[in-house]
């Protein structure tokens, strides 16, 4: 596994690692821990970097842009070939970097960077994907479209996939022409610290992106510097929510995907096999630590069989970072939300049928909460409301699937919903009613594969609604110019003749 012996990271700016400028503010100079979830042990202190930081970093990015953005989308989307090589000869080093800092177990860890390569190639299509359009419109006159990329993109991405999320934005951005200054959570800063030498050595040229790590005065300071043309951020739905409205306050592009809470609705005719498997994989994988995990589980009558499968299949789940197991969630202030819901949902009357508070004590170190599943009676329990982002399932049986649905349709956020069942016009029923942008039969995380964009809606995105991956971010990441042309033949041209 990749260990660190607690080493102080450092910016990536112009090509170059950097130390962050130790005067200008109350934080210039100073550093947070970096802790592993698995033993709370200490690997590594991320700086807090400074407005004038950020700047350097922006100053870089706009160098950068002229020379970049000149070059054909051939050329640059040339060198993302060669990241993706580097990404896949590296695909093991960073699982244990993403193991070792966010606490997936090795399986997961993987396929969240092999799921970031994917976004890669759709990255390495785009030559064939986004030539424009012309048309003669009438006689001697031709309308053409061309895409332009905007400059300098600040894209500012969570703890919970070091690698997935922030190649959500990132090869996309480049490839149609932009340059980038990406803020990485500052609970898990190592592995992009990794991505970004990959870059370098695929040929990436210095200043098209650097890395600034900090906490929210580094955000606000990419949002506010004139050069940063747009802002993408992925976290709370309440952070996402500040960040677009600052962004629009000073005309700014922005898209800021938000959290979720992701209903599964189980019809009498789901396979009860598939459906329990797949149930407990979407609550308790990746810990629940994921806005597509589907933690809201509606039963159309009471599914007693059902639900002792889950409680079963959820009790055979154990500790650790092998594939199968359930690893450790990010932080103590996690599991204090955590069993903070679970606790409050006992109290109001809810049946704890599987409970994990007990991990908190039973591992000698680290961060733990065991796969949790509440039978809940009062339709008002927060557990059944809020995005807790912990390894719970809340079920709650329900009389018809009209009730199901106005349950899930009331939901403030909007990022996923799933219908169990073996009948295709059930399913079809559900999907054209659900209040979510990414829809799953019989598929609890349903997560879009390319070229399928990745979003969602209502409280689950804010700023330009635009998907974050796919179609969608071509068209964040670009403005269309469109010309029209007419020419008129000249006179007493010969060579015409």
Not at 306 to 330: M, Q, T, W
């Amino acid at each position: 596994m990749f260990t660190q012996d607690q080493p102080r990271l450092r910016n990536w700016i112009n090509g170059q690692f950097v130390d962050v400028i130790a005067a200008g503010s109350e934080h210039a100079g100073k550093t947070i821990p970096v802790t592993s979830p698995y033993n709370a042990r200490v690997i590594g202190h991320v700086p807090l970097s400074t407005a004038a930081d950020v700047a350097d970093a922006v100053a870089a990015a706009q160098a950068a842009f002229p020379a970049w953005s000149s070059r054909t989308i051939k050329d640059r989307t040339a060198i993302l070939i060669k990241f993706h090589s580097l990404l896949t000869k590296h695909v093991d080093q960073l699982a244990d970097m993403v193991v070792l800092e966010h606490g997936k177990n090795k399986a997961e860890a993987i396929a969240s960077v092999l799921k970031g390569q994917e976004t890669v190639e759709y990255a390495l299509s785009l030559p064939q994907v986004v030539q424009g359009k012309m048309l003669e419109v009438s006689r001697g006159i031709t309308c053409y479209d061309t895409r332009v990329p905007l400059g300098v993109i600040a894209s500012v991405v969570p703890f919970n996939f070091p690698v997935m999320v922030p190649m959500w934005t990132l090869p996309i951005a480049i490839a149609m022409g932009n340059t980038m200054v990406l803020k990485p959570s500052e609970k898990v800063p190592f592995t992009m610290t990794k991505i970004v030498e990959l870059l370098k050595e695929a040929g990436l040229p210095d200043g098209v992106v650097n890395l600034v790590h900090g906490t929210a005065d580094a955000v606000n300071a990419l949002i506010d510097h004139e050069d940063v043309k747009a802002v993408t951020f992925v976290g709370t739905s309440h952070i996402a929510e500040m960040v677009s409205q600052r962004c629009h306050k000073l005309n700014k592009r922005v898209l800021a995907l938000g959290g979720a809470k992701n209903h599964m609705i189980s019809a009498p005719d789901r396979n009860l096999e598939m459906t329990s498997t797949d149930v407990v994989n979407s609550y308790s994988g990746c810990s629940g630590q994921r806005c597509m995990a589907a933690t809201v589980l509606l039963t159309i009558g009471h599914q007693q069989e059902l639900v002792d499968k889950i409680v079963a299949k959820s009790e055979a789940l154990r500790p650790g970072s092998k594939a199968g197991e359930v690893g450790p969630v990010i932080d103590q202030a996690s599991v204090d939300k955590i069993t903070r819901y679970i606790n409050e949902a006992e109290a109001s009357g809810a049946r704890i049928l599987v409970d994990g508070r007990p991990w908190t004590k039973n591992q000698s170190e680290g961060f733990w909460v065991g796969p949790t599943v509440i039978l809940h009676t009062n339709k008002q329990d927060a557990a059944l409301h809020d995005e807790i982002f912990g390894p719970v399932l809340s079920i709650l049986a329900v009389d018809t699937a009209e009730e199901a649905l106005a349950i899930e349709n009331a939901n403030p956020y909007g990022n996923a919903a799933c219908i169990y069942t073996s009948s295709g016009a059930t399913a079809d029923h559900f999907i054209k009613r659900f209040s979510a942008g990414m829809c799953g039969v019989n598929i609890g995380v349903a997560v879009p594969r390319e070229p399928f964009s990745f979003g969602g809606w209502n409280k689950s995105r804010f700023g330009n609604h635009c998907d974050i991956t796919g179609d969608g971010g071509v068209e964040f990441f670009s403005m269309r110019r469109k010309v029209t042309t007419k020419w008129v033949p000249q006179e007493g041209a010969s060579w015409m003749s």
